[in-house]
């Protein structure tokens, strides 16, 4: 049915061929069949990816401590919108450390658009107090608080350019025999000549890269919302400087189904998760323009470490090795090891309307 619904679009497109931003939007987001929007376990060893704050609760406790922290110190409202919520695992275990801990009731909110994680969402989270799940983050209105998003921007449509002999080319899809390919065609976005203009990005020669359009939009609409506090948000990405090391010049576009990587996302479309590194400079561009300030770029690993990660592994320590607190001790390591999954994970941390120092943020 995908494939039938892609070939219908790409019909009726100027020129017979689509964007990639078109592709991925849906291949991912039709309703009922795209990727997100269908049944079926996405997150998990059962499904086809693992995020960090499904590996243990302590993901989610640590943050959960490390935000009381902040509304003590600096007088930020109970208040928390996650964008993006998964499957919940994340927001139940922040709950459960914040209600367990805190004696302060909390307001949590998640934007989702997938509707088996709405209904996941709602099994896991329903009998917290002040949980709340609007149906889109335009129907949100943070005073003051935390907007949170774990893996949210790598997975929004991107727009996949390349440089040939000195020009650059947008790279489309078209649809032949039931196959889709794709055609090299002379760049004519000025959105995309906006972006690279904005961020100073020149490619070398033969050079793919992808262009996140929608990340500005996901960026404002965030700002907007926010009256003061903080955004964080965690996804692994590349600085400008690191998009332009040889190793980078494939680009990052790839596509995981079973816990298997395709370089192709044009393979399976609706069946498997689609995604890209995200543009950190990017990022940090846009939310300057929007009112949001960059206070620190962090790998996953070196934030841990600074929201008190290890006082867990020291208040769990046990000796025994099958006990649930040494599972919870190896799973700890997992998340600060240098050879861990957060060494690819970036935490960037913005405020607005505040004026929290650095050091002041742990």
């Known amino acids: 049915m995908m494939q039938a619904q892609l070939a219908e679009k790409i019909k009726h497109s100027p020129g017979g061929l689509i964007t990639y931003a078109d592709?991925?939007?849906?291949?991912?987001?039709?309703?009922?069949?795209?990727?997100?929007?269908r049944e079926g376990e996405k997150i998990g060893r059962s499904g086809d990816f693992i995020t960090?704050?499904?590996?243990?609760?302590?993901?989610?406790?640590?943050?959960?401590k490390w935000y009381k922290r902040m509304v003590d110190r600096h007088g930020l409202a109970a208040q928390?919108?996650?964008?993006?919520?998964?499957?919940?695992?994340?927001?139940?275990?922040?709950?459960?450390?914040?209600?367990?801990?805190?004696?302060?009731?909390?307001?949590?909110t998640i934007v989702e658009t997938s509707p088996l994680h709405r209904k996941l969402q709602q099994e896991l989270l329903s009998r917290f107090p002040g949980f709340s799940q609007p149906e889109a983050l335009s129907a949100v209105n943070i005073h003051s608080g935390l907007l949170f998003s774990n893996e949210l921007f790598d997975a929004l449509p991107v727009h996949v350019i390349e440089k040939q002999d000195g020009k650059l080319y947008e790279i489309m899809i078209g649809s032949k025999d039931g196959k889709l390919y794709e055609q090299q065609v002379e760049l004519n976005n000025?959105?995309?000549?906006?972006?690279?203009?904005?961020?100073?990005l020149t490619l070398a020669d033969r050079q793919r890269i992808e262009i996140p359009l929608s990340m500005e939009g996901m960026v404002k609409d965030m700002a907007f919302v926010l009256g003061e506090g903080l955004v964080v948000t965690v996804d692994y990405g590349y600085t400008n400087e690191e998009w332009m090391e040889p190793g980078r010049r494939n680009g990052s576009l790839r596509?995981?189904?079973?816990?298997?990587?395709f370089d192709s996302v044009l393979e399976y479309p609706g069946e498997m998760d689609i995604t890209t590194h995200i543009h950190l400079d990017g990022l940090v561009e846009a939310g300057n323009r929007h009112g949001l300030d960059t206070m620190a770029i962090l790998r996953q690993d070196e934030f841990l470490f600074k929201a008190g990660i290890l006082k867990e592994l020291e208040d769990n320590y046990d000796?025994?090795?099958f006990s649930e607190r040494s599972k919870r001790n190896r799973a700890i390591r997992s998340l600060v090891m240098p050879s861990g999954m957060s060494s690819s994970f970036h935490v960037v941390i913005q405020q607005k309307g505040l004026a929290i120092k650095l050091?002041?943020?742990y």
């Open 255 to 261: 596509g995981y189904m079973k816990h298997r990587m």
């Open 359 to 361: 050091d002041e943020l």
């Open 319 to 321: 000796p025994n090795p």
């Open 23 to 37: 592709y991925i939007a849906m291949a991912l987001y039709t309703p009922e069949i795209g990727y997100y929007m």
């Open 52 to 64: 960090s704050s499904n590996v243990s609760d302590i993901y989610g406790r640590t943050l959960s």
């Open 80 to 108: 928390i919108c996650e964008v993006g919520g998964g499957n919940g695992r994340f927001a139940k275990a922040f709950l459960e450390e914040w209600y367990s801990n805190s004696g302060m009731e909390l307001n949590y």
């Open 190 to 200: 000025p959105a995309i000549d906006l972006y690279l203009e904005r961020n100073r």
